[in-house]
Structures are given as structure tokens and as C-alpha cells.
């Protein structure tokens, strides 16, 4: 969206979720409180967006490592009922992991190394057939069962690795 003004206007529970480059409410400028409040909530934001060294790069890798684990830690103990639960029309939690892995395939082994076969068979693409893999018609109406295995966790292939799953 750009250019979008709303004038004149009485709004109740109003909620506005993305990114926004320039944020304006009854004339003030909010951007910057915004950015510092979700900085302030997410350090590993800062140090991402920030990074400017090999070492801020590391040290933004290694906070946001730190919350990856944290979040397959937490998923581990969930029943699997609960993994492949969607919530307000959103994906669950194993066909976000699925959608994460399509990503890293497309952008790692697609335009930066250039494998030959890229896509491992349970990413997910994202858009109107998102329930259809991309190397296959099998839907995955049938959801691949959650594995606490995990023999990669830190290696450079972590995206692939991260949990293991299974169909």
C-alpha cells in the first residue's frame, strides 16, 4: 500500500500489522516510537537491520539462533494436534516451518549456490495452491508427523535441519 490516507474518520480497535516505512496518526509522526517499541521487544531486530561487520553479523546470527531454539524447544513439548492447528486462518506452526524451509531453498540452494534440485519435497510455497508441494500434486492434507530428532541443529544447513520432519 502506498499513499494510503484515511481522513475524517472515527475507527475502534483499529490494528495495523506489516511494515511500514512512514507511519502517520492525526499528524504525528509514529515511525520512530513504533520501530524503537518492536526494537525494544526483539533486540535481534537492532542487531540484524544494524549489522554492518562480519562480527555484527555473527553476533546478529547467533540471537536469533538462540530464539530459533528456544521456539523448536517449546514446540517439542506441544501435542502434534497442536503443531498443525491454524489459528484465524493463519498456517500452523508445521506448515510455517514448511513455508521457512521453501524460503531457505529458494534463496540459498536456488539463486545462491544454484543446485540443480533445490526444493526439498516438504517445502512450502506460499499463495493461492500453498497446500500443494512444489516438486509434487500430493497435498498435504495427510501432515508429516513431528520428529524431536534433530542430529543438524547449528550446522549451516540449520533451515533444513532445524526439526526434523517426517511423512
Not at 555484527?56 to 530464539?67: F, G, K, S, T, V
Not at 506460499?126 to 530428532?149: I, Q, W
Request: hydrophobic share 35%; with cysteine; charged share 25%.
Amino acid at each position: 500500500m502506498n499513499g494510503l490516507k484515511i481522513v475524517d474518520c472515527y475507527g475502534r480497535d483499529v490494528y495495523l500489522g506489516g511494515y511500514f516505512e512512514r507511519l502517520v496518526v492525526n499528524d504525528v509522526d509514529v515511525t520512530a516510537y513504533v520501530e524503537a517499541e518492536l526494537d525494544r521487544r526483539q533486540p535481534a531486530r537492532a542487531l540484524a537491520r544494524d549489522a554492518a561487520s562480519p562480527e555484527d553479523y555473527r553476533a546478529a546470527r547467533d540471537a536469533i539462533e538462540n530464539l530459533w531454539s528456544a521456539t523448536i524447544e517449546r514446540a517439542r513439548l506441544l501435542p502434534s494436534a497442536k503443531l498443525h492447528e491454524q489459528v484465524d486462518g493463519e498456517w500452523s506452526f508445521v506448515e510455517t516451518q514448511r513455508h521457512l524451509l521453501f524460503a531457505c531453498d529458494a534463496w540459498l540452494g536456488n539463486a545462491v549456490v544454484e543446485e540443480e534440485a533445490p526444493f526439498h519435497s516438504l517445502g512450502l510455497p506460499a499463495g493461492e495452491g500453498h497446500r500443494t508441494n512444489r516438486r509434487s500434486s500430493a497435498s498435504s492434507a495427510k501432515p508429516p508427523r513431528h520428529s524431536t530428532k534433530c542430529s543438524c541443529h547449528g550446522s549451516p544447513a540449520w533451515p533444513r535441519c532445524a526439526v526434523s520432519w517426517t511423512s
